[in-house]
T-cell receptor, first 112, second 115 residues
């Protein structure tokens, strides 16, 4: 069974640009969550989706948004990038919200 | 009240020893407590998880001990091996009981197992 796939693995963007990250969950998983990981703040919750509906959102500015498609694939978008957005962005999928969540390898975003 | 506090920040253990990592929480609505293992350059991998109606769960060399009254839980790694050297995160969520499954993570413990 294939794991959670995140693309791209690495990304370098300039301040002010926008970026879209993609996540393909494990087959059969309808729940997808996104997390930001930084050395200073650790793992912080961004948002979670179940069957195309956003169920919960973390404490991040409106520049961070996401969506889930009918095939459970998800994307997150960050607009007007700031240097502080440099982080590892992780996607996790599960059959039930947050329970037995499996993570992808992440997308390493660097904002210069 | 949503925090999960994890200690120690780093841990050095000799091969064959026992590694113990502790976590504490405040929100009694949490009903799911997983532990994740993360190697450099990789995403966190689910190691073992427990629900609050169980006081202990063992899977191979990994054991979670759960103390509901103290609102604490811990990970014990028996016979620690150099391959266990990684960062370990505890987490908590309300995934089983509610509509919010977001994981609240501890800050992580960097474990080094010396040969």
């Amino acid at each position: 069974k294939a794991g959670v796939t995140q693309t791209p693995r690495y990304l370098i963007k300039t301040r002010g640009q926008q970026v879209t990250l993609s996540c393909s969950p494990i087959s059969g998983h309808r729940s997808v969550s996104w997390y930001q990981q930084t050395p200073g703040q650790g793992l912080q919750f961004l948002f979670e989706y179940f069957s195309e509906t956003q169920r919960n959102k973390g404490n991040f500015p409106g520049r961070f948004s996401g969506r889930q498609f009918s095939n459970s694939r998800s994307e997150m978008n960050v607009s007007t990038l700031e240097l502080g957005d440099s982080a590892l962005y992780l996607c996790a999928s599960s059959t039930k919200l947050g329970v037995e969540a499996f993570f992808g390898q992440g997308t390493r975003l660097t904002v210069v | 009240q949503q925090q999960v506090k994890q200690s120690p920040q780093s841990l050095i253990v000799q091969k064959g020893g026992i590694s113990i990592i502790n976590c504490a929480y405040e929100n009694t609505a949490f009903d799911y407590f997983p532990w994740y293992q993360q190697f450099p350059g990789k995403g966190p991998a689910l190691l073992i998880a427990i629900r609050p109606d169980v006081s202990e769960k063992k899977e191979g060399r990994f054991t979670i001990s759960f103390n509901k009254s103290a609102k604490q839980f811990s990970l014990h790694i028996m016979d620690s091996q150099p391959g266990d050297s990684a960062t370990y995160f505890c987490a908590a969520s309300m995934g089983y009981g509610g509509s919010q499954g977001n994981l609240i993570f501890g800050k992580g413990t960097k474990l080094s197992v010396k040969p």
